[in-house]
């Protein structure tokens, strides 16, 4: 069975590529191991809830055992889940992420993490999905880029809508470490002259992307909510 894993995330919104050449600047400069070690282009289909038992049995022929029985724990275990199909670099991938604590499973500090690389095109997948009662919610573009910074991993996006953003991110794998892995990620954000993005906020530039999504997708085109 595989280890439950938890997602420590900070995000920054760094708008214009000025902010990101600065920031780069100065992981370089903290770590003389920084480096990336990916380049990749995103589609990621985000949905409202549908038949999780519908879904499941859908699903049952692409997954093993051990991998639909952790799938159907997290959409079965919570009451606040996000599902998503992710199209990345020719790959295909369910991505579900469950809040452990009945918050907000899109931005909740505290996830727990499933993910699957499917033998499907994001087409057939989502299909699969609509025809288990889910429906989309949005969809979303960006290009990103993926560093080793320390011990984290950071990541840096071009996104459809919100422009520039950056992920600092830590995988823990016991829940007692939240707290001190959300103060190490921002001790280094403070010390590298950056500013977590409020969670209100986020959640607003979220809740307007969902509503004009068709606007943004697959574009450059970018708007400011603050």
Known sequence: MPKKQFEIEVKVLLGSKNAVDTCLAKLRKRDPHFLIHKRSSQLNHYFLSGNVEKLLTALSPFLKRNTKKELSEILKGVTNYSLRTRWEDGKTTLVAKASTHGKDSVHDLKRREFE??????????????????FSYQSKWSRVRNTYSYKDLTVCIDKNAGYGYLAEFEKVIYNEKDVEKAKKAILAELTDLDLEELPNDRLNRMFSYYNAHWQEYYQTEVTFIVE
């Not at 690389?117 to 288990?132: A, F, M, N, R, V």
């Open 116 to 133: 699957t690389i499917l033998p499907l095109s994001i087409e057939e997948l989502d299909k699969l999905l609509l025809s288990s009662g």
